[in-house]
């Protein structure tokens, strides 16, 4: 277990001072991180599904569903203490305020970050344990 944590703290987008705030053990962080390994296709996808739906049509409710994908991630980001729950917390906000233009022009470059945090956490614990 030593050796993975100090993989995890070379990951430079992760605060393992902040994740023992909300995960004190280091099996809860483990779990944590797993999660979001494991869930991470599929909340990208949820995400940009729900970007796409309020592009077509502005009076979609989506807007709704936007925000609350990107506050699910925010709290998995903040949870294992990666920085990039700043950004999420901003496209939250986007979706509350239904800003589309920040919405369109933010979304694939958080995306593109989530997946690459994803990976790099995936090949921090070793490909036996997580699979895409």
Not at 21 to 28: C, D, F, V, W
Not at 32 to 54: G, H, M
């Amino acid at each position: 277990m030593a050796e993975l944590i100090e993989k995890l703290e070379q990951i430079e987008e992760l605060d393992l001072e902040k994740a023992r705030r909300h995960l004190p053990t280091q099996e809860q962080l483990l779990s944590a991180i797993k999660r979001f390994i494991t869930i991470c296709d599929a909340q990208v996808e949820e995400l940009k599904q729900y970007r796409d739906s309020v592009r077509d049509d502005f009076a979609s409710d989506d807007f709704m569903s936007y925000r609350i994908q990107a506050h699910t991630m925010k709290s998995l980001l903040r949870s294992i203490g990666a920085d990039l729950f700043d950004e999420a917390y901003e496209l939250e906000k986007a979706g509350r305020n239904e800003n589309l233009d920040m919405i369109l022009k933010y979304t694939d470059d958080f995306v593109e970050k989530y997946l690459c945090l994803a990976d790099r956490l995936r090949d921090a614990l070793g490909e036996e344990d997580t699979e895409r």
